[in-house]
């Protein structure tokens, strides 16, 4: 083809930048925060509770700034509101098929439930004297109900960003199916990871911390595992990646976030009690810094 | 809807003038230069370079010489929006900017347009770019205004070699058939038809007679419609919610198991 590995070499760069690297990685900790704080109030025990009142913390804030930061991404800011309904006719804006369209939606859907869970939790921990508020949170039949769609909604917006970039015809996005579910494996490492952090500074003893960190060890072999397949799935285009940014892949996300956690984490005597939290650093980074190699490598084809 | 109009651009006889583009520049009113931000190619008569928000058509000079330049030819094509049966941008944008007239052409409203820019990523031959004065994504309109007035658009009614033709498609199909014919029979095989029928994304609205590869001239061999991903796309990202979900099932639950 002319040296050229794919038709999706002859489309032009969005300039999508930092903001929506930045976008990419709120939204993945707003909702896989929200995700893993419902699975431990759904499945885990009643000890676990301050664990899961701490993922509930998190998706709210994030998902302010994950929406001040699309909104300041667009070239006329003013007109955000076109995402969700149509200018000429005030009806409702939605394309099913198209993933901005959708996302637009759940992100504000999400933003509701991430508020009334924020709610909840302060309400539940007996941070806010609001005690109407507790009924909103698990274990109440409410709070379950709220919790099972919160969490669903919250691994839409965690995912829906890598099925946007695959529905585009930009090199790397568009040539492998499997951005959604690296993004959505990706997003509850890091929120794990996050979790596990904030934790650590706070003066609870929380009973399911080491599950966490159990949990994100599986998480990030998945992830691994479906970066490899992702790799191969690109085929020819994969040459884009030996590059700079296929160097900061390899040892940025790969060896740092990745293997040096997985090693960490195996050999927990290594760091002592820094172990758990330097793992969870390490694969904060490594998640952020993916969302950075995917966004800029292809912009820069 | 009125018959579906639009542009056959017959490459061999450009001259390579830009007489398309300096009327087009005239009749949208697109500045010449983006704040005196433009640079020129430094290597090329091709100082456009490329189609972005205030270029909506740009001569291409391809130059295919031999290294001692004694051999070899120029490549002319004036490229625009291809306006697609089955337009990428129409499809993915999230405002319903994007429309399709009763020419079936696609055009941009640029009061509905907020700039989110996934036009320009959707589409397969990289026509779409922002205009920076606007701030909303910009191409050609094939005159959409000169069109509901009656008149045809600017650039080719501007073209002195009639290299860009308009008209209905059939009767554009129809005279690009017999030019392909007419030069196969003077010698020159090569001569092909690009995105005028229906298999190149439902047919290109603005279509071309090539001589060479498609990728030659920077156009895509087989675009392709950016909701090909979707579906698999969508299902993998399910698969991966169900295996995170399913490994935070077992953990948590297989502690509390453990520990009663």
Known sequence: MNGVPSSTYFSAPPDWGWLIVLYFFFGGLAGGSYFLASLIDLFGRSEDRPLSHLGYYIPFPCVILSGLLLTLDLQRPERFWHMLIESNTYRPMFKYWSPMSIGSWALLIFGIFALVSFLGALADAEHIPWAAWRKVHPPSLLGRFIAAIGGIFGFYVAGYTGVLLSVTNRPIWSDTPLLGMLFIVSAASISAALMILLAGKSRWTMPGLRDLHRVDVWLVVLEFIVLIALMISLGPVFRAWLSAWGLLLLIGVVIVGMLLPLALSWRSQWLGEWNMKTTAALILLGGFLLRLVIVFSAEGV | ?260
């Open chain 2, 1 to 260: 809807m009125a018959e579906p109009m639009g542009f056959y651009t017959d490459t061999t006889v450009c001259i390579g003038c830009k007489a398309c583009e300096v009327a087009c520049k005239e009749w949208n009113q697109l500045p010449s230069t983006n704040g005196g931000l433009n640079t020129l190619s430094g290597d090329s008569y091709d100082n456009t370079r490329q189609l972005d928000g205030i270029h909506w058509r740009h001569v291409k000079f391809i130059e295919q010489f031999t290294e001692d330049r004694k051999d070899g030819r120029w490549l002319l094509m004036s490229d625009v929006c291809k306006h697609c049966v089955h337009a990428a941008c129409l499809e993915v944008c999230p405002t319903n900017a994007i429309v399709r007239t009763e020419f079936d052409t696609v055009v941009i409203q640029s009061d509905v347009c907020n700039g989110c820019r996934d036009c320009i990523a959707a589409c397969p031959f990289g026509v779409i770019e922002t205009n920076p004065v606007s701030g909303t994504a910009q191409k050609c309109t094939l005159c959409y205004d000169r069109m509901q007035g009656g008149m045809e658009p600017a650039c080719s009614k501007a073209c002195p070699t009639q290299s860009i033709q308009f008209g209905t498609i059939k009767d554009l199909r129809g005279r690009a058939q017999k030019r392909v014919e007419q030069l196969h029979q003077a010698g020159e095989k090569r001569a092909y038809l690009y995105g005028a029928d229906d298999k190149m994304l439902g047919g290109l609205n603005s279509f071309y007679l090539l001589v060479d590869k498609p990728e030659v001239y920077g156009l895509p061999p087989d675009p392709k419609m950016p909701t090909r991903n979707l579906d698999a796309s969508s299902m993998f990202s399910v698969l991966g919610a169900v295996l995170v979900g399913l490994i935070g099932i077992f953990n948590f639950r297989n502690r509390g198991a453990s520990e009663r």
